[in-house]
Structure formats: C-alpha cells, structure tokens
C-alpha cells in the first residue's frame, strides 16, 4: 500500500515509521504527512498523541475519532513551508486536503498549520483553515481528486 501522503513511498518506509515512533518525525512537514495519514488510516491516538499537550484536552479522542470516521481523506498537497531546518523549534506548513463524504462529494481544506518542537519531538499547535463552500460532485468519467490519475469511476467511486 502506498502512503496515504502522496510521497509514492510504500506506507511502510514513509508515514507509519512515524506512527510507530514520534522521534521519526525530523521537520513540521513530516508531521504534517504523518498526521494526514493518520486520519487516512484512522490512527487516532497518534492525531491526538502529535496535539500540543495543552490542546488534548480539548480534542478529545473521540472527537477526532468521529470526525476521522466519517469522511474518506483521499490526497494531501503541501503548498509552503517555513522554518524546516532541523535546528528550527517552530514551523509552519501549508496544506490542502481532499477528503470525500458518505455522500460521495468531495471537500477541501486549506490550512496554514503551526507546529513546535518539545524535547526533539514536533507537535501541532494550531492552523489558520479555509474550506471550500460549495461540496463539489464528480461525475464518473471525471478525474479522481485522489491524484492517481484515473477516471473517478476506476478509482475512489
């Protein structure tokens, strides 16, 4: 399986590495990715484990859990980047994530995401997010969001 972050690593050698260790992830984008896929694979502890400490408490996991639950994420683009050198202990990255609804349209979210570093782990703090207004609806012949390069109906329909 290919990483849900859209590295074209297998899942293996790219984001689980993190999931299974916090001190794999060296820059705020690698902890972007990593939380991405997370939600892709509904790894929940690790989405509130990567929160700064002082945000758990108000992003129950249960809350991420239920949200997580109840969309398909299927493709994350990272936009920009600031202070990824590895002395950094603030970063921000900026994103877009596609994700699909039960109903099958799909939804966006923009977000300019600030990340910290505590004792050599990275954490998110906070995001800065625009959303698109209008779900949008692909027709079967349409190009999946997804960035596989196949039609819609051959891929996340």
């Not at 596609?98 to 703090?125: C, G, M, R």
């Amino acid at each position: 399986m290919y990483c849900p972050c859209n590295s074209q690593l297998p899942f293996s050698q790219c984001c689980e590495l993190a999931h299974l260790n916090h001190a794999h992830v060296h820059l705020p984008s690698e902890l972007m990715r990593s939380r991405f896929s997370a939600y892709a694979v509904k790894n929940y502890s690790f989405i509130h484990d990567t929160l700064i400490e002082s945000k758990r408490n108000k992003n129950e996991l249960s809350e991420i859990k239920s949200f997580a639950d109840s969309v398909k994420f299927i493709a994350l683009t990272i936009i920009d980047t600031h202070n990824e050198q590895k002395n950094d202990d603030k970063g921000y990255v900026t994103f877009q994530a596609w994700y699909q609804t039960p109903d099958n349209t799909f939804h966006w979210i923009k977000e300019k995401s600030e990340f910290v570093k505590q004792a050599s782990l990275w954490y998110y703090v906070t995001g800065e997010v625009e959303t698109n207004s209008m779900p949008i609806k692909l027709n079967r012949n349409d190009l999946c969001l997804c960035q596989s390069g196949k039609k819609y109906k051959k891929c996340c329909l």
